[in-house]
């Protein structure tokens, strides 16, 4: 058995903690997510995560850094080209991407990509513009209904989402339409890192819902990952919430989708009560859907808030041949312009109640030096052409 039974990753999506050393090229000057954020609202309290010292990574107004916070702590860089969700975690597990995908945001799809949509799905395209999921459906929910006529539109991520209304459009033609979009954006051109179903239901404006069938089209990772090797050697890879669609299923041997973040560590703390040998690995997506994307730093301090508390819950459940590892795949600061994602540093706390040690790690020059680490400590060796050094032999 390796030097920890279990290992959980859990994925603070978009908790970046100051500009990466290239931010000016992607358009992100004096970006940071979690000092921003405490800046710009009264209170703070994340007890839990000072603990861990998340504190003493970057400076924070009401939360002091601690003299000796528990376990190690680390500033880690991303070395792939982009600040997406897929690019992150990818790296996480070994992937580094040099060619980012393509997004869509200031103008919407090409017109030969629409009109190819429509000739493949019968159905005619309405919207083709970056928008809120929501308001969206509110704009043309209507027409939808009354013509069915296809929503199309994306956001500041690699997306194409598509709406469909499930008692008028139906689910399995929604989904339908998405798998003929996810095989004409794997062009190079069009390439987009994820289609995504967004069904939803109501009859007019302001009584639309989205419902829990959404549904996830990603590209398969562009080589093997730690996720892999983990599942080939007979270890226990369990995902929650999002990770499933990310790594399209690769790697994967049992997956929990979640409603929410608060329910993905409602999720997390009941698997920390069961047995498994293996890798834990969450990802919590309202921080960056809810919160950042929609520039709320006061909705995603209260996010944070609510996620601090299920940790201090989580810490409690943990055994002494656990390792906890929190990080983030890139930045979403909400008080900076635009609606995209920043291009940030990511904060790396490590804790297991077996450590007789605790410290600041270096600076770290990439994200796969959590798929390195678990995949050391599993006796597993990294695939061919990942990157990634581990950070066992630190944590002591």
């Known amino acids: 058995m390796g030097k920890y039974k279990r290992i959980f990753v859990i994925v603070i999506d978009s908790l970046g903690i100051g500009q990466m050393p290239d931010g000016e090229k992607f358009g992100d ?3 940071n997510t979690l000092g921003h954020i405490s800046e710009a609202v009264d209170s703070f309290r994340i007890p839990n995560l ?11 107004k009401q939360v002091e850094a601690l003299e000796s916070p528990l376990g190690y702590q680390a500033v880690v860089r991303e070395a792939s080209n982009g600040k997406d969700t897929m690019t992150g975690h990818w790296e996480m597990m070994g992937i580094e991407t040099k060619t980012p995908f393509q997004t869509f945001t200031d103008h919407g799809f090409p017109q030969e990509l629409i009109t190819e949509l429509e000739r493949r799905t019968g159905h005619k ?8 999921g929501t308001a969206i459906i509110d704009e043309l929910g209507e027409e939808e209904i009354a013509t069915g006529h296809m929503i199309v539109y994306t956001s500041a991520d690699s997306v194409l989402q598509i709406c469909g209304n499930e008692e008028t459009f139906d689910l399995q033609e929604l989904y339908r339409c998405c798998e003929i979009a996810r095989e004409l954006t794997l062009r190079e051109e069009w390439r987009v890192g994820r289609v995504i179903a967004r069904p939803y239901i109501g009859k007019k404006k302001g009584e639309f819902e989205r419902t829990s069938n959404r549904h996830d089209y990603a590209l398969k990772p562009s080589g093997a990952t ?6 080939d050697s007979g270890f226990d890879v369990i995902s929650v919430g999002k990770i499933v669609d990310i790594f399209d299923g690769e790697g994967i041997t049992q997956a929990h989708k979640s409603k929410s973040s608060v329910h993905g560590m409602e999720q997390t703390l009941e698997l920390a009560q069961k047995e498994f040998h293996g890798l834990c690995f969450v990802n919590l997506v309202d921080f960056d859907a ?3 994307h929609r520039r709320n730093p006061e909705g995603y301090r209260d996010e944070l808030e609510r996620f601090d508390e299920k940790l201090g819950l989580l810490l409690e459940t943990l055994r002494e041949e656990d390792l906890l590892m929190i990080s983030a795949d890139h930045g979403t600061d909400p008080t900076y312009t635009g609606t995209d994602h920043t291009r940030e540093k990511v904060p790396l706390l490590a804790y297991s109640k077996s450590m007789k040690g605790s410290g600041r790690l270096p600076e770290q020059e990439t994200f796969a030096v959590i798929g390195a680490t678990a995949a050391e400590n ?3 060796s990294m695939p061919k052409n990942t990157i990634g050094t581990s950070l066992l032999h630190f944590l002591k």
Do not use: D, E, M, Y
């Open 50 to 60: 000072q603990r861990l010292g998340l504190a003493n990574l970057t400076p924070l």
């Open 125 to 132: 395209i309405i919207g083709n513009k970056s928008a809120s």
């Open 226 to 231: 730690a996720l892999n090797v983990l599942k």
């Open 378 to 380: 599993f006796g597993v």
């Open 29 to 31: 000057i004096g970006v």
């Open 290 to 292: 809810k919160w950042g």
